[in-house]
């Protein structure tokens, strides 16, 4: 599993469009889509050893949990990364028929 403290952008923005597993803390395993990988420079604390982040990862809405929440982020090359909370959050770009989950690192 990947240390929390030292995950960047620069790590995710190589796989961006790429599929990723959310492995839910219920049991559900759900294949999403890394959308977006957004640097949030206001958020990050002074004195952090990297810049604030959020990914946002997208699926059909049909096929995930109606809320968000303690999971694990796995990829092919990146492996196994969390526990993380990623709540499900309804930006009105998705529509109804997608869901997406925001997991935001400070």
């Known amino acids: 599993m990947s240390d929390l403290a030292t995950l960047s952008t620069d790590v995710f923005a190589p796989h961006l469009n790429s599929t990723f597993t959310l492995e839910f803390e219920g049991g559900a395993v759900v294949p999403v889509t890394l959308a977006a990988c957004v640097e949030n420079p206001r958020a990050t604390m002074p004195g952090s050893p990297r810049t604030a982040f959020s990914l946002f990862f997208e699926c059909p809405a049909d096929s995930a949990p109606q809320q968000g929440g303690d999971l694990t982020v796995a ?31 400070n």
């Open 75 to 105: 990829h092919p090359e990146l492996g196994r990364i969390g526990p993380v909370h990623a709540p499900r959050i309804m930006p009105a770009a998705a529509g109804p028929t997608k869901a997406v989950f925001q997991a935001v690192f």
